[in-house]
């Protein structure tokens, strides 16, 4: 917890760009019937029933200190999938920095081993040095900001039946730019100071 923290603490270097990274799932549901659409007086209606029509995966990756958020919709999530995030990532985002500063959850797929899984062993070493990867602890993900932006997604875009692949990039890619556009740069106030006073539970107890 202390490391991510002293990581938001950081200034911001354009060498060394600060990211954030997360995923989520959305099972897209079918409409079996027509909306009724809103009305003067009357809210929109949709019924009950719904079609099953599979599972998806969204990558998230923001920068927070420059107000930039992009988001991939792919078929899974899998150490491939996360592998091509991370050279879409090094190579395409930010192809000229010195290193990344990743933050992102302990999953076991986001590690440098699965780009070694991906890539022949020369690509993977250079991918791995162009990262800073700093995990959040386990049962502590509220300290990575990209799950933040994925809680104001979730609430925002996805709080409702989507039925295809189609309509949820443009739903996200929307989101994305009114994201961008009014949501601003991200500013960190909870410190190592403040963890150390209010989660003092959780931390050893040492006799003087």
């Given at each position: ?71 991939h919709v ?40 699965a780009l ?93």
């Amino acid at each position: 917890m202390e490391d991510v923290l002293e990581v938001y603490q950081r200034p911001y270097d354009p060498r060394r760009p600060l990211v954030c990274m997360d995923e989520i799932a959305k099972q897209l549901l079918r409409e079996v019937r027509t909306p009724l659409p809103l009305a003067a007086g009357r809210p929109g209606r949709e019924d009950y029933e719904y079609e099953h029509a599979g599972v998806v995966n969204t990558f998230l990756f923001c920068e927070p200190l420059q107000a930039r958020r992009w988001l991939h919709v792919t078929a899974r999530r899998t150490k491939r999938d996360w592998a091509a995030q991370i050279k879409d990532l090094v190579d395409v985002r930010y192809p000229a920095v010195e290193r990344i500063v990743l933050v992102l959850d302990n999953l076991n797929t986001h590690t440098p081993a699965a780009l070694y899984e991906a890539f022949p062993p020369e690509e993977a070493k250079r991918l791995t040095d162009k990262l800073e990867i700093h995990h959040t602890p386990k049962h502590g993900s509220w300290l990575n900001i990209a799950e933040i932006e994925l809680s104001v997604l979730s609430r925002q875009c996805l709080d409702r039946r989507v039925p295809d692949v189609a309509t949820l990039q443009d739903e996200v890619a929307a989101w994305q730019r009114q994201r961008d556009t009014h949501g601003g740069r991200v500013v960190w106030h909870f410190t190592t100071a403040d963890a150390r006073v209010k989660l003092k539970r959780l931390y050893p107890s040492f006799q003087e």
